[in-house]
């Protein structure tokens, strides 16, 4: 129990975006000013880490939310509706910057992947955040891989074996039912397929 535990306030969805943007830079083949590289990262780590834990605490300190992790479908509604706008505020920022738009795919995929998340939210379905937030980046890394022509399957490798422990640990604390475990994990797959088939077309 403390195993899972540990691995669902580790691997929180808020988390993904930072690592995500940090494996691009550490991979990228090609080359960036350090200064606009350490600006896009402290963008994205303000914008999608400091921020959403600064909200997450006055939620809690104001008993809109009775944990970080949101356990009912009420408490989801309002910071998910922040989290899609902030994923598409980044990832149009990222794109304007015509540096690095691959990057921007990732917010917008993230985006796409929430909005699908809030309409089974309104069906009563509470699809895993965690899944999505694991799911979407193996699915981002895995064009990155194909844009780039890079070879990075131990590092997909290991994102699939996180994948399946962060669902084992969400499992483990009956946080969620199967299958919105799976549903987390497929939406935020096909959500970043999406806006890279649509970019490349």
Same mark, same amino acid.
């Given at each position: 129990?403390k195993f899972s535990?540990?691995?669902?306030?580790?691997?929180?969805?808020?988390?993904?975006?930072?690592?995500?943007?940090?494996?691009?830079?550490?991979?990228i083949p090609k080359?960036?000013?350090?200064?606009?590289?350490?600006?896009?990262?402290?963008?994205?780590?303000?914008?999608?880490?400091?921020?959403?834990?600064?909200?997450?605490?006055?939620?809690?300190?104001?008993?809109?939310?009775?944990?970080?992790?949101?356990?009912?479908?009420?408490?989801?509604?309002?910071? *998910?509706? *922040?989290?899609?706008?902030?994923?598409?505020?980044?990832?149009?920022?990222?794109?304007?910057?015509?540096?690095?738009?691959?990057?921007?795919?990732?917010?917008?995929?993230?985006?796409?992947?929430?909005?699908?998340?809030?309409?089974?939210?309104?069906?009563?379905?509470?699809?895993?955040?965690?899944?999505?937030?694991?799911?979407?980046?193996?699915?981002?890394?895995?064009?990155?891989?194909?844009?780039?022509?890079?070879?990075?399957?131990?590092?997909?490798?290991?994102?699939?074996?996180?994948?399946?422990?962060?669902?084992?640990?969400?499992?483990?604390?009956?946080?969620?039912?199967?299958?919105?475990?799976?549903?987390?994990?497929?939406?935020?797959?096909?959500?970043?397929?999406?806006?890279?088939?649509?970019?490349?077309?």
């Amino acid at each position: 129990m403390k195993f899972s535990k540990f691995i669902s306030y580790f691997f929180h969805p808020i988390n993904f975006p930072t690592i995500g943007t940090l494996l691009f830079f550490l991979f990228i083949p090609k080359f960036i000013f350090k200064p606009q590289e350490y600006l896009i990262i402290a963008v994205i780590f303000i914008g999608t880490y400091i921020f959403p834990i600064l909200l997450l605490w006055l939620l809690k300190k104001f008993e809109m939310i009775k944990s970080y992790h949101m356990v009912t479908i009420e408490e989801r509604k309002f910071p *998910l509706l *922040l989290f899609i706008s902030i994923s598409f505020i980044i990832g149009h920022w990222i794109y304007k910057s015509a540096i690095v738009d691959l990057l921007a795919l990732f917010f917008f995929g993230y985006g796409l992947s929430l909005i699908c998340v809030s309409v089974f939210l309104n069906l009563k379905i509470k699809v895993s955040l965690h899944t999505l937030g694991v799911s979407g980046l193996i699915g981002f890394l895995i064009y990155f891989s194909h844009f780039y022509k890079i070879n990075i399957i131990t590092i997909l490798a290991a994102l699939f074996v996180l994948a399946g422990l962060v669902a084992s640990a969400r499992l483990k604390l009956r946080a969620h039912q199967l299958s919105e475990v799976l549903l987390g994990g497929i939406i935020g797959m096909v959500g970043q397929f999406i806006v890279y088939f649509i970019y490349i077309m």
